[in-house]
């Protein structure tokens, strides 16, 4: 998520649409933001990806974009001049973060560019997020593997093992998965509650 004033200057934009005024007045706008422009109203090349992509949602078609649905690879802004609710439903299917409505004004880019930038973002940022917390959920069996040890070991109740590993794994500055994968490999020995080894 964008925290501060965003800099554009060096980036690439290419804009799917013919050419026309609405164009026209989007290359000026982007230039003086810094970003270089280019206009087709052909697909996308996966192998040759701009850093913004602007499309004509009035007439876009599937194929324009180079990734699936939903799963855009940069920050995309629609351009939109119908209210149907088809093409508006096939701008967020494309993963468009900002719409600027058609005929387009100077005032309107510049706060799309940012809106979609930031979404954009947000979405990756979201999409790790859960990368990492369905790969901890994987290691869960090892968590309660060593605590099934740790109470078996040291006879105290399944809280007080948790207490172990978690103790440890702050000290360590590690995850708790880690750790008892660690100990489950005898290269952490856990020699005393309260305390982690090494």
């Known amino acids: 998520m964008i925290t501060r004033t ?9 804009i799917l649409t013919e050419e026309d005024g609405n164009t ?11 970003i270089g422009v280019h206009c087709q109203w052909t697909p996308i ?10 499309v004509d949602a009035d007439r876009g078609w599937d194929e324009l ?4 649905t939903g799963k855009p ?13 088809g093409r ?10 900002a719409i600027i409505a058609k005929p387009v004004t100077a005032s309107a880019i510049y706060p799309a560019v940012v809106l979609a930038v930031s979404t954009h973002e947000a979405r ?15 290691l869960r069996p090892v968590v309660y593997a060593a605590i099934a040890r740790l109470t078996s070991e040291r006879q105290i109740d399944e809280d007080d093992a948790y207490s172990v590993l978690r103790e440890c794994a702050m000290r360590r500055r590690l995850p708790i998965e880690q750790i008892a994968a660690f100990f ?3 290269s952490e020995t856990l020699r005393e509650v309260g305390k982690c080894g090494r």
């Open 6 to 14: 965003p800099n554009f200057t060096g980036w690439r934009a290419t």
């Open 24 to 34: 026209e007045r989007l290359r000026r706008q982007l230039s003086l933001l810094g």
């Open 45 to 54: 090349e996966a192998t040759d990806m701009p850093e913004l992509v602007l």
């Open 65 to 68: 974009l180079p990734w699936g």
């Open 73 to 85: 690879s940069r920050p995309v802004v629609a351009l939109l001049g119908s209210e149907a609710p």
């Open 88 to 97: 508006i439903s096939w701008a967020i299917r494309q993963g468009a973060g």
């Open 124 to 138: 990756l940022a979201a999409e790790r997020q859960i990368a990492h917390l369905e790969e901890r959920l994987k």
């Open 184 to 186: 489950l490999c005898g």
